[in-house]
């Protein structure tokens, strides 16, 4: 790419390394896991909120733990 | 990006354009402080989705209490501004002019090298088959509407409650398999593999919150098959007044008076019963997320049958296009530690495919160089926070303020209605500066929670981390006390005097780098082992890979096909050779492992193989030692050469074995060395291994009868259909209780003494007897013999069953406690192998976190020794989980030496040891006792009190 335009590509778009779609309990881990590994991360949640259905449980089995 | 929809992504792995669709939240993001003001004032209710429906909300709302971001959005559909240009009242309340009401979707693309999708699944409506009553039937409420019922922040505020009458429910039914394992309209043919378990925790809660009430649990098996669950539902059925009762309800209706719902079922015995209840909960199963038809076409991607994302089949975290990985329930419905190991393990996906690139785009944090502030005069800030509404509603925030600015050595105090913010933690850094703190008290809420954000902005200032104190007003006020407005006020006072005693002692810490050493040894070469070597390796490490038998392979060696009908040997030869073929990979067999020492990111273990000793440096340690089939002493096994386990009839099932071909009659038992006394648990894969073996007994023997005893059938998930699938060929399942186990005999007299099978049919009520050619004993999966060796030399627990014991069952599945060792496969507990797969997946994801560092930062909260009162009597180092003590040898006898990057600043020793030689850095007995001294100084003797404290300090250190 030429340099004008590889400057234009850069400034077009933000770069991210790895997009997390859904926020859920398993977007949150990937995207740490992502993250602590060296990875910029995009996390994309329909929701107004991440946590997902996990945040709206009141305890989990077997052990009976605060969900939230 | 929250409230954010995925449009479209084109482009390839290593590059992809996504488009992003952000819908308005009419909301300001960066100016939402989330106080609720305007939530507060506005005029529309509407009703609550994320409580289910079940209470009431605003049109303007925060999603829910806890939510992140913590910021409003207004709901278009009911807002009186959006609809009809009426009202307005938020956007005039609102102090930081953060409503927008003229915002608009906005589309946005940004640049991706990979994708990991974990978009869920959404829970089962029952109002699409009106028989259920949901909808139509006040008491009638879904497994979902239960846990918001339960939940403090849910439409009761946590009491249990029936919708009609607002009153306590005495008498509870849950209906299981709602929307699952049935294979009419609207309902999934799938199991969704966890409702039986959260149903015994619903049973649980009830009775927590009602010891007297009764529970009744209508279902059709009990699926308790994974890690703790079969003894989770011991303690759910012994609980007094709960029954578990086998049967399909079908909901009457409700009595128009008590508005009690009428449920009618057939007992296991046969008899036609109706009972009513005064609230019934229908288990809800998990289907695919809604709308994900369209998202799947413009993500590209296939989807399986059921509707869930179609993997690849061997490799669970894989989906059907390039670069883009799946986690979660989004591949099947699943619980929380797949959901967990599976997001691992698409994070280990996305490293292999851009290990290029790490660390490119990401820019670590500088921070400016430390001043030092140990002989300054003390100059503390004060910085008092109104939590939105959570402190300053109960206690006058400014008047806080003034009062602190009155206390010694405070020069600056200020108010803020979240110091946690972005601009909230920038002001301290600001202030740090420019008025040259050198101790800073935060009154706010919990150290817990928020001190490493306020460390981190002091850091930021310029200073030593650890010169913050928390003064906790919210938990430890305002939360406890909201009606006590004044008492109230007056606490918070002290607290935040005592904090400034406390920070004015606190002392500049150092933290203790960790160098990495980035090689990694794995032992078990499994198919788990191996997949995680490979990652490894493929992400740059060197590998040590340790198996004690001959050849790689493990309990796989004998297994020949999945479930799915996948080919596991040529899987198994084409893995072995990967791993031989790679140069980072140095596999040991026969190998032994001697010992180990060492702690994260330093490790040496001594591991003997073919006559050599070779010492190993590793940063990290993956156990993924296996498990082994139980070897059955009952039902005549190595008595009878007609009696076989399940993986020896697999065996016979690939050589086309004569015994197989001809045989016609089969029986096969279940639960042999499983859920028993002394293994009181379900081994997982054998329900299907069952119905694997079964169907290809059939293909390959069509004629041949097969029976199948079984005590529940827990084929979880999509295998359901595998068990749908026998019985429709054929397949008898008759089920017996554990009391009256199946009896394998030799019939005395007979030609070649026959094998006959005698059990008792719960169906006919009566006795079977089976002539057999075969016994297939699905032997359960027992842990390796060496797990107890392996246990104490890595330092690692095992459960009560003998399998290795996680950090947390739910959250960190492939953790151990102690940093830098990691666990995956059946060393966890059993499982089938695309499950062990990506659970080592996982174990490499986490792996990675570590191995991708240079090096790790540890806490400066550690212990130190004061040798002159120290009696040398090894107390503190007895108690210490870590190892971080040694006694070593001094001039003045033994001593304990401190190796600070094992420290854990838990305090253990420091409460054991007797003289208080010991003790634990920034919580030192002097800034504690400081404390709780001037709590009881009258205001003018505070400041010689805190002046004694400083003064005493700086001696005891010159000394």
């Given at each position: 790419?030429?340099?004008?335009?590889?400057?234009?590509?850069?400034?077009?778009y933000?770069h991210y390394?790895?997009?997390v779609?859904?926020?859920?309990?398993s977007g949150v881990?990937a995207a740490?896991?992502?993250?602590?590994?060296?990875?910029?991360?995009?996390?994309?949640?329909r929701r107004?909120?991440?946590?997902?259905h996990?945040a709206?449980?009141?305890?989990?089995?077997?052990?009976?733990d605060?969900?939230? | 990006?929250?409230?954010?929809?995925?449009?479209?992504?084109e482009?390839?792995?290593g590059?992809?354009?996504?488009r992003?669709l952000?819908?308005?939240?009419?909301?300001?993001?960066h100016?939402?402080?989330?106080?609720?003001?305007?939530?507060?004032?506005?005029?529309v209710?509407?009703?609550?989705v994320?409580?289910?429906?079940l209470?009431?909300e605003?049109?303007?709302?925060?999603?829910f209490?806890?939510?992140?971001?913590?910021i409003?959005?207004?709901?278009?559909?009911?807002?009186?501004?959006?609809?009809?240009?009426?009202?307005?009242i938020?956007?005039d309340?609102?102090?930081?002019?953060?409503?927008?009401?003229?915002?608009?979707?906005?589309r946005?693309?940004?640049?991706?090298?990979?994708?990991?999708?974990?978009?869920?699944?959404d829970?089962?409506?029952?109002?699409?088959?009106?028989?259920?009553?949901?909808?139509?039937?006040?008491?009638v409420?879904?497994?979902?509407d239960?846990?918001?019922i339960?939940?403090?922040?849910?439409p009761?505020s946590g009491?249990?409650?029936?919708p009609?009458d607002?009153?306590?429910?005495?008498?509870v039914?849950?209906?299981?398999?709602?929307?699952?394992?049935q294979?009419?309209e609207?309902?999934?043919?799938?199991?969704?593999?966890?409702?039986c378990t959260?149903?015994?925790?619903q049973?649980i809660?009830?009775?927590i919150?009602?010891?007297?009430?009764?529970c009744v649990?209508?279902?059709?098996?009990?699926r308790?098959?994974?890690?703790g669950?079969?003894?989770f539902?011991?303690?759910t059925?012994?609980?007094?007044g709960?029954?578990f009762?086998?049967?399909?309800?079908?909901v009457v209706?409700?009595?128009?008076?008590?508005?009690?719902?009428?449920l009618?079922?057939?007992?296991p015995?046969?008899k036609?019963?109706?009972?009513?209840?005064?609230?019934?909960?229908?288990s809800?199963?998990?289907?695919?997320p809604?709308?994900?038809?369209k998202?799947?076409?413009?993500?590209?991607?296939e989807l399986n049958?059921?509707?869930?994302?179609?993997t690849?089949?061997?490799?669970?975290?894989e989906?059907t296009k390039?670069?883009?990985?799946?986690?979660?329930s989004?591949?099947?419905?699943?619980?929380?530690?797949?959901?967990v190991?599976t997001?691992?393990?698409a994070?280990?996906k996305?490293g292999?495919?851009?290990g290029?690139?790490?660390?490119k785009?990401?820019?670590?944090?500088?921070?400016?160089?430390?001043r030092?502030?140990v002989?300054e005069?003390?100059?503390?800030g004060?910085?008092?926070?109104?939590?939105?509404a959570?402190?300053?509603?109960?206690?006058?925030?400014?008047?806080?303020?003034?009062?602190?600015?009155?206390?010694?050595y405070?020069v600056?105090?200020e108010?803020?209605?979240?110091?946690?913010?972005?601009?909230g933690?920038?002001?301290?850094?600001?202030v740090?500066?420019?008025k040259?703190?050198?101790r800073?008290?935060?009154?706010?809420?919990t150290?817990?929670t928020?001190?490493?954000?306020?460390?981190?902005?002091?850091?930021?200032?310029?200073i030593?981390?650890?010169?913050v104190d928390m003064?906790n007003?919210?938990e430890?006020c305002t939360?406890?006390?909201?009606?006590?407005?004044e008492?109230a006020y007056?606490?918070?006072?002290?607290?935040?005097?005592m904090?400034l005693?406390r920070?004015?002692?606190?002392?500049?810490?150092?933290?203790?780098?960790?160098?990495?050493?980035?090689?990694?040894?794995?032992?078990g070469?499994?198919?788990?082992?191996?997949?995680?070597?490979?990652?490894?390796?493929?992400?740059?490490?060197?590998?040590?890979?340790v198996?004690?038998?001959?050849?790689l392979?493990?309990?796989?060696r004998?297994?020949?096909w999945?479930?799915?009908g996948?080919d596991?040997q040529?899987?198994?030869?084409?893995?072995?050779?990967?791993?031989?073929?790679?140069p980072l990979?140095?596999?040991l067999?026969?190998?032994?492992?001697?010992?180990?020492s060492g702690y994260?990111g330093?490790?040496v273990t001594?591991?003997q193989?073919g006559?050599?000793?070779?010492e190993?440096?590793?940063?990290?340690?993956?156990?993924?030692?296996?498990?082994?089939?139980?070897?059955p002493t009952?039902?005549?096994?190595?008595?009878?050469?007609?009696?076989?386990t399940?993986?020896?009839?697999?065996?016979?099932?690939?050589?086309r074995?004569?015994?197989?071909?001809?045989?016609?009659?089969?029986v096969?038992?279940?639960?042999?060395?499983?859920r028993?006394?002394?293994r009181?648990?379900?081994s997982?894969?054998c329900?299907g291994?069952?119905?694997?073996?079964?169907l290809?007994?059939?293909?390959?023997?069509?004629?041949?009868?097969?029976y199948?005893l079984?005590r529940?059938?827990?084929?979880?998930?999509?295998?359901?259909?595998?068990?749908r699938k026998?019985?429709?060929?054929?397949v008898v399942?008759?089920?017996?209780?554990?009391?009256?186990?199946p009896?394998?005999e030799?019939v005395?007299?007979a030609?070649?003494?026959?094998?006959?099978v005698?059990v008792?049919?719960h169906?006919?009520?009566e006795?079977v007897?089976?002539?057999?050619d075969?016994?297939v004993?699905?032997?359960?999966?027992?842990?390796?013999p060496d797990?107890?060796?392996?246990?104490?030399?890595?330092?690692v627990?095992?459960?009560?069953?003998?399998?290795?014991?996680?950090?947390h069952v739910?959250?960190?599945?492939v953790?151990f406690?102690?940093?830098?060792?990691?666990l995956?496969?059946m060393?966890?507990?059993?499982?089938y192998?695309?499950e062990?797969i990506?659970?080592?997946?996982?174990?490499?994801?986490?792996?990675?976190?570590?191995l991708?560092?240079?090096k790790?930062v540890?806490?400066?909260i550690?212990?130190?020794?004061?040798?002159g009162?120290?009696?040398g009597?090894?107390?503190?180092?007895?108690?210490?989980t870590?190892?971080?003590?040694l006694?070593e040898?001094?001039?003045?006898?033994k001593?304990?030496?401190?190796?600070?990057?094992l420290?854990?600043g838990c305090?253990?020793c420091n409460?054991e040891?007797?003289?208080?030689?010991?003790?634990?850095k920034h919580f030192?007995?002097?800034?504690i006792?400081a404390?709780?001294?001037?709590?009881?100084?009258s205001?003018?003797?505070l400041?010689d009190i805190?002046?004694?404290?400083?003064?005493?300090n700086?001696?005891?250190?010159?000394?």
């Open positions: 790419m030429e340099r004008q335009s590889l400057l234009w590509f850069f400034r077009r933000q390394d790895v997009l779609a859904g926020g859920g309990i881990q740490l896991d992502l993250a602590n590994a060296g990875f910029k991360v995009l996390m994309v949640d107004p909120s991440i946590g997902g996990m709206q449980l009141d305890k989990t089995f077997p052990t009976l605060c969900s939230i | 990006m929250s409230y954010t929809e995925i449009e479209g992504i482009g390839e792995e590059n992809f354009t996504v992003l952000r819908k308005p939240r009419y909301v300001l993001e100016r939402c402080t989330g106080c609720r003001n305007c939530v507060d004032h506005c005029p209710e509407i009703p609550d994320f409580n289910q429906k209470s009431k605003k049109a303007i709302h925060i999603y209490s806890q939510a992140i971001p913590l409003c959005y207004i709901d278009p559909e009911y807002c009186l501004y959006l609809k009809e240009g009426k009202c307005g938020c956007a309340i609102c102090r930081n002019s953060a409503i927008d009401f003229g915002q608009v979707p906005q946005e693309e940004v640049k991706v090298g990979a994708v990991v999708l974990s978009m869920g699944f829970p089962y409506d029952p109002s699409v088959r009106p028989e259920w009553g949901y909808g139509r039937l006040a008491n409420i879904s497994s979902m239960f846990e918001r339960t939940s403090s922040t849910g009761y009491e249990i409650l029936r009609s607002l009153k306590h429910p005495h008498k039914a849950w209906i299981q398999c709602v929307g699952s394992r294979v009419y609207g309902s999934k043919s799938y199991c969704s593999a966890v409702c959260y149903t015994q925790k049973v809660l009830m009775k919150h009602n010891p007297e009430a009764e649990v209508f279902h059709n098996d009990i308790a098959f994974s890690k669950f079969e003894r539902f011991e303690r059925e012994s609980l007094p709960v029954r009762i086998r049967a399909y309800p079908q209706g409700e009595d128009p008076v008590s508005k009690n719902v009428i009618r079922y057939v007992t015995e046969g036609l019963v109706e009972e009513d209840f005064d609230l019934v909960v229908l809800v199963g998990l289907l695919p809604s709308g994900i038809d998202v799947a076409s413009e993500l590209g991607i049958e059921y509707g869930f994302c179609k690849n089949p061997f490799d669970f975290v989906a390039p670069g883009v990985f799946v986690s979660g989004f591949i099947a419905p699943s619980d929380i530690p797949e959901a190991y997001a691992s393990g994070a280990s996305c292999r495919l851009l290029y690139r790490r660390n785009l990401t820019v670590p944090k500088q921070y400016p160089p430390e030092e502030v002989e005069e003390p100059r503390v004060v910085f008092v926070c109104h939590c939105g959570n402190i300053g509603k109960v206690v006058s925030v400014p008047s806080l303020v003034e009062e602190a600015l009155k206390l010694p405070v600056h105090a108010e803020d209605l979240f110091w946690c913010s972005t601009s933690t920038k002001r301290i850094m600001e740090v500066k420019e040259g703190l050198n800073v008290v935060v009154a706010a809420c150290p817990k928020h001190e490493p954000t306020f460390m981190d902005s002091i850091r930021m200032g310029g030593n981390m650890y010169l003064a007003i919210r430890h939360w406890v006390h909201p009606l006590e407005g008492a007056e606490k918070a006072k002290e607290l935040i005097k904090s005693a920070a004015l002692l606190l002392e500049p810490l150092e933290l203790y780098e960790i160098p990495i050493d980035k090689r990694a040894l794995v032992v070469g499994g198919i788990s082992g191996m997949t995680c070597a490979l990652d490894l390796a493929e992400q740059g490490h060197e590998v040590w890979l198996e004690k038998e001959r050849e392979g493990g309990m796989a004998r297994i020949y999945t479930l799915e996948e596991v040529g899987f198994l030869r084409d893995l072995i050779d990967r791993v031989y073929r790679h990979i140095h596999v067999t026969e190998a032994k492992i001697i010992e180990t994260l330093n490790f001594k591991v193989s006559g050599t000793v070779y190993i440096k590793h940063g990290v340690t993956i156990l993924a030692t296996g498990a082994v089939e139980y070897r009952e039902y005549l096994y190595g008595k009878d050469p007609r009696v076989v399940a993986l020896e009839f697999e065996e016979l099932l690939a050589k074995d004569q015994k197989v071909l001809e045989a016609e009659n089969v096969m038992i279940q639960c042999v060395g499983s028993s006394k002394e009181n648990y379900c997982r894969i329900c291994e069952t119905m694997k073996n079964a290809k007994l059939k293909e390959l023997n069509p004629n041949c009868n097969i199948v079984y529940d059938m827990r084929t979880y998930g999509f295998k359901e259909d595998l068990y026998a019985a429709d060929l054929g399942f008759i089920r017996f209780e554990p009391e009256q186990q009896v394998v030799q005395q007299g030609a070649e003494r026959a094998l006959r005698r008792r049919d169906v006919l009520g006795e007897e089976i002539g057999v075969l016994v004993l699905a032997a359960g999966v027992v842990p390796a797990n107890q060796e392996l246990s104490e030399q890595f330092k627990p095992l459960d009560e069953d003998g399998f290795f014991k996680e950090a739910k959250l960190r599945p953790d406690g102690t940093e830098g060792i990691f995956c496969g060393a966890h507990y059993p499982k192998i695309q062990a990506a659970q080592a997946h996982g174990a490499s994801g986490r792996a990675m976190t570590i991708s560092k240079e790790e540890s806490s400066g550690v212990c130190f020794v004061d040798e009162r120290c009696m009597c090894g107390a503190c180092a007895e108690v210490c870590y190892g971080a003590i006694m040898e001094t001039k003045r006898g001593k304990p030496k401190v190796i600070p990057v420290c854990k305090g253990l409460s040891c007797p003289t208080g030689a010991i003790q634990v030192k007995d002097e800034q006792l404390e709780i001294d001037v709590l009881m100084a205001d003018e003797e400041k805190i002046d004694k404290k400083i003064k005493q700086k001696g005891a250190k010159a000394a």
